[in-house]
């Protein structure tokens, strides 16, 4: 095994304390190059994950969301499932004041899907 599949295979999210608790400020991530598999035929799907958020005590670092997000490539799992885990995985570590994940799913078969999953949603 390469040292980044390790990296990969070993992967867990990881808080930092948040540099300015008393403010609040958006963090928006995006990651172009998410993959994981199609439960039901196998053919891999790809998304641009979007991540925003305004935090409360911890932010979640960087490298450790990359190598997370990674893990995806090999699991058989849908768009709205991929979506509401990234979300709940993160709302669970950084119990922030605001998420929202959106998976923008690239077209495959003539369909395109975007999922969004949104703490304003889901009080």
């Known amino acids: 095994m390469k040292y980044g599949e390790k990296e990969i295979q ?9 540099p300015y608790p008393d403010r609040n400020y958006t963090v928006e991530i995006t990651f172009p ?3 994981c598999l199609c439960p039901r035929s196998g053919y ?8 925003r958020y305004i935090p409360d005590k911890t932010i979640v670092e960087l490298k ?3 190598l997370y997000l990674n893990k995806y490539r090999n699991q058989y799992i ?3 499932e991929a979506t509401n885990k990234i ?7 950084l119990k922030p004041r605001f998420l929202e994940v959106i998976g ?4 495959r078969g003539n369909v395109k899907t ?10």
Not at 87 to 93: A, C, G, K, R, T
């Open 10 to 18: 070993e992967a867990k999210l990881e808080p930092w304390p948040n």
């Open 33 to 35: 190059e998410f993959s």
């Open 44 to 51: 891999p799907d790809y998304a641009t994950i979007r991540i």
């Open 64 to 66: 450790s969301l990359k």
């Open 78 to 80: 849908s768009h709205e």
């Open 87 to 93: 979300y709940e995985d993160l709302y669970n570590l």
């Open 104 to 107: 923008d799913w690239n077209p």
């Open 114 to 123: 975007i999922i969004k999953v949104s703490s304003e949603d889901n009080k």
